[in-house]
């Protein structure tokens, strides 16, 4: 990353290596290759796994001041698929939060909140119809009955963003997905600052 020479081509790849960055700790990658005098222009990362792990750091950090936590492994189980052909199926969020109900109420009244990064240009067209019915999926397995709740953190360069996605049916609410565009180009700790304002 240190050696990548940005162009027009792809200079929209810099904020994604600033962040590779932070979770690599180094500060980028020095001796990949053995130089032999061949010059490459990039480094391909595995975008959707990186953006995973930044907002399970986000989102830990984000809940930590307010009280909360991650739940570790995810979310223990999962939510479980059985009856069909071949071998039972779970799948769970990226991140699971556990967060006191109240102000000030740090071990009663938890409620758990089920986080999904999302590396898709959500702030440029809507949420797609699977994703929100991943997100209905894990509200009602983990969120409260009585208020199912479930996060989306997608990339937005250039300023924060929130919307809520409400989900109704003939009887009502199914639930309630807050759509959240995180500033890829602010520090880390601004974002998780903003994610925690927005987690309260």
Do not use: C
């Not at 009602?140 to 990339?155: C, E, K, L, R």
Request: no cysteine; glycine share 12%.
């Amino acid at each position: 990353m240190d050696r990548t020479h940005y162009t027009r081509l792809n200079a929209r790849y810099r904020p994604a290596h600033t962040w590779a960055r932070l979770l690599l700790r180094g500060g980028g990658v020095t001796d990949l290759l053995t130089d032999h005098g061949t010059t490459a222009d990039g480094l391909l990362l595995a975008m959707p796994a990186l953006w995973e792990a930044v907002v399970r750091r986000l989102g830990t950090e984000a809940a930590g001041p307010q009280g909360g936590h991650a739940v570790p492994g995810g979310s223990g189980a999962g939510i479980t698929i059985r009856g069909d052909l071949g071998n039972a199926s779970a799948f769970r969020p990226d991140l699971l939060l556990s967060l006191p109900r109240l102000p000030g109420h740090d071990t009663a009244h938890r409620t758990l909140l089920p986080v999904d990064a999302k590396y898709k240009r959500y702030d440029r067209h809507g949420v797609s119809a699977a994703d929100v019915h991943q997100l209905l999926t894990y509200s009602s397995g983990y969120a409260s009955a009585d208020a199912p709740t479930a996060v989306i953190v997608h990339p937005q360069p250039g300023s924060h963003a929130r919307r809520t996605l409400q989900v109704r049916g003939p009887r009502g609410l199914l639930g309630t997905i807050h759509v959240l565009g995180v500033d890829t180009r602010t520090t880390p700790e601004q974002a998780s600052a903003w994610m925690g304002s927005v987690l309260r």
